[in-house]
Structure formats: C-alpha cells, structure tokens
T-cell receptor, first 114, second 118 residues
Framework: SAVISQKPSRDICQRGTSLTIQCQVD?????MFWYRQQPGQSLTLIATANQGSEATYESGFVIDKFPISRPNLTFSTLTVSNMSPEDSSIYLC???????????FGPGTRLTVL | AQKITQTQPGMFVQEKEAVTLDCTYD???????LFWYKQPSSGEMIFLIYQGSYDEQNATEGRYSLNFQKARKSANLVISASQLGDSAMYFCAMREVLRYNQGGKLIFGQGTELSVKP
C-alpha cells in the first residue's frame, strides 16, 4: 500500500493570498488526484494530476484558481489562488495504481481563510 | 452519469453489535469498483474495503464485509462487533473503469455518520 504525506497539515490564511499544498507518495503511482471537502460535506474531485502535462479539471474548477503540478510519479502540488473564505476546506491528495484495487488518501490539509 | 447514494445521514449502534450502512449506485459501465472509507474526526480518509463489479464473492476485511447485490446496484457495508473506535463518518465511493492507465477518479456518496454507544 502507498503512504501519502501532505504539507502543510493545516493553515490559516488571509483573503487574497495563495497557498501551495504538497503531496508526496512513497512509491510510484499511476494516478494522483486532488479532492476538496467543504465543511460538513462529502468529497469533490478538483482535478486529476497528470504526470508531465496539464491537469484535467472537473466541472466548476479552473486552472487559474487551482493550478496543479505533477513533475514525477510520486509528487504533486495544488495551489489555491486568490483565496476567499469560501475556500475554507480540507484538501486531500489521493493516489492509486491501475491494476490495484486500493486508492489511498493523504492526511489532508485543513485550510481556513479569514 | 455515475451516482452514489447514501440515504442514512446518521446511524447509532450498540457496542459489540453489527451494523449495516447502506449504499446504492448508478452507472452504465459494466466494469467498476466500489469502495468504502472511514473518516474520523481527524479528517483522514481510511480505506476499508473494495469490491469489483466482476467479483463473485463479497469482499471481507476483518470486521468489515461488503454486501454486494449487483442486480439491485447496492453495496452495503457491514461492520460486525462494533467498537467505540468505529464512531466516524463512512463514505461509499465508486471508481470509473480504468482504461489504458487513465481514469480512476472516485465519486463519493454524502456519507453516513456512525455513532457507537457503550
């Protein structure tokens, strides 16, 4: 099974600033994803992080707001840009490998925007 | 479009008893995967169990089992011998079919909050 770490684990940010969240997997994985979980809600996929190419965004999420990088098979970053209080959420990185029946999550980044 | 429905916002169970958390799904794909995750108050997502659409046997992992009824499109989670530490939010999720190493995103239900009473 893959072990996923995220940094930071939590942060409190001011409106209008940006925060970059890092996701590191301890083994090479095929798939990496970024999810958002707003307070009291379920998880919603932001985008699929593609290695060496632009991320694939879900409806309602755009690259200017949530730029994503994935320079290799074990690392990805998500930036939350020009933050507003509505961006206060838990952001979770997820990873899996095709051919395996498990998909794991990082511990999440708990973001509060004031 | 794929959809996951969890109709129980909250459930209570007595310690040491079994509990079933409901999950129904909708998809036009023939090949898919169903997952259950546990999310304690700390926020981490803990993988519990997986069922493939072509698996003939119901999946089991320790005290967790998945009651898979394909014709009814249901994938209920059964927790046996509940423990106080089982109190958490539980999410059912479906993964789209994987093609050529692409895809694999999870679609989640709204979750069921389980409380285990001593």
């Amino acid at each position: 099974s893959a072990v996923i770490s995220q940094k930071p684990s939590r942060d409190i940010c001011q409106r209008g600033t940006s925060l970059t969240i890092q996701c590191q997997v301890d083994s090479q994985v095929t798939m990496m994803f970024w999810y958002r979980q707003q307070p009291g809600q379920s998880l919603t996929l932001i985008a699929t992080a593609n290695q060496g190419s632009e991320a694939t965004y879900e409806s309602g999420f755009v690259i200017d707001k949530f730029p994503i990088s994935r320079p290799n098979l074990t690392f990805s970053t998500l930036t939350v840009s020009n933050m507003s209080p509505e961006d206060s959420s838990i952001y979770l990185c997820s990873a899996g490998t095709s051919g395996h029946n498990e998909q794991f999550f990082g511990p999440g980044t708990r973001l509060t925007v004031l | 479009a794929q959809k996951i429905t969890q109709t129980q916002p909250g459930m209570f169970v007595q310690e040491k008893e079994a509990v079933t958390l409901d999950c129904t799904y909708d998809t036009s794909d023939q090949s898919y995967g169903l997952f259950w995750y546990k999310q304690p108050s700390s926020g981490e997502m803990i993988f519990l169990i997986y069922q493939g659409s072509y698996d003939e046997q119901n999946a089991t992992e320790g005290r967790y089992s998945l009651n898979f009824q394909k014709a009814r499109k249901s994938a209920n989670l059964v927790i046996s011998a509940s423990q106080l530490g089982d109190s958490a939010m539980y999410f059912c999720a479906m993964r789209e079919v994987l093609r050529y190493n692409q895809g694999g995103k999870l679609i989640f239900g709204q979750g069921t909050e389980l409380s285990v009473k001593p």
